[in-house]
């Protein structure tokens, strides 16, 4: 069982947009400002999209955005396209006892 | 360009030791922070444990589950980062990635490395 919970799926057609949540609690995600979010296609590595809850690394397009409210993360994929089909996955730093907890993932479909 | 490559993934017996090797290119190595996660299909990814940096002591932490069994180790002088594996129990299956870890965040990934264990 994953330290924090996400839909198992989400699904928009193309143009449209998509938010995936990620509810933690007060000791991960409600705690600290490092949430983190990971997009994974089929047989990849994972892949930063978005650190420090609403930051983008360079190259990852300004589609990609993140925010937080409480215990509660979220990714927000605006105008959807065909290649953001993939799994998704958020992580939160936990302090110094777990350090890294991640969820278990969101599967995107662009219909 | 920054590369990560893991090697050393293979079928190992229940009890027995591995050792994960990770091979560091295109970025300060021996400055940045390093880490291993792993993706089991049932577990999703896991957070295994990390190495600072060599100036910073090379301090190593590690997750509940691979605490005592795992050991996170650096050669600087080669751009190498190591996973020791001992005691392995079935539960350890799982493919294991190399990253690099800045602020509680896996920045770059290696192509992962194949643990099974199994009799």
């Known amino acids: 069982q994953s330290a924090l919970t996400q839909p198992p799926s989400a699904s928009g057609s193309p143009g449209q947009s998509v938010t995936i949540s990620c509810t933690g609690t007060?000791?991960?995600?409600?705690?600290?400002?490092?949430v983190s979010w990971y997009q994974q296609h089929p047989g990849k590595a994972p892949k930063l999209m978005i650190y420090?809850?609403?930051k983008r690394p360079s190259g990852v397009p300004d589609r990609f955005s993140g925010s937080k409210s409480g215990n509660t993360a979220s990714l927000t994929v605006s105008g959807l396209q065909a290649e953001d089909e993939a799994d998704y996955y958020c992580?939160?730093?936990?302090?110094?006892?777990?350090?890294?907890?991640f969820g278990a993932g969101t599967k995107v479909t662009v219909l | 360009e920054v590369q990560l490559v893991e090697s050393g993934g293979d079928l190992v017996k229940p009890g027995g030791s591995l050792r994960l090797s990770c091979a560091a290119s295109?970025?300060?190595?021996?400055?940045?922070?390093m880490g291993w996660v792993r993706q089991t299909p049932g577990k999703g990814l896991e957070w295994v444990g990390r190495?600072?940096?060599?100036?910073?002591?090379?301090?190593?932490d590690y997750a509940a589950p691979v605490k005592g069994r795992f050991t996170i180790s650096r050669d600087d002088s080669k751009n190498m980062l190591f996973l020791q594996m001992n005691t392995l129990k079935n539960e350890d299956t799982a493919v294991y990635y190399c990253?690099?870890?800045?602020?509680?965040?896996?920045?770059?990934w290696g192509q992962g490395a194949t643990v099974i264990v199994s009799s």
């Open positions: 990253t690099t870890e800045v602020w509680f965040r896996a920045d770059v």
């Open positions: 295109g970025f300060p190595f021996s400055h940045t922070y």
């Open positions: 190495i600072t940096a060599t100036r910073d002591g090379a301090t190593t």
């Open positions: 007060s000791s991960d995600v409600g705690g600290y400002h490092y």
């Open positions: 420090e809850v609403s």
């Open positions: 992580s939160s730093y936990a302090g110094s006892n777990k350090f890294s907890v």
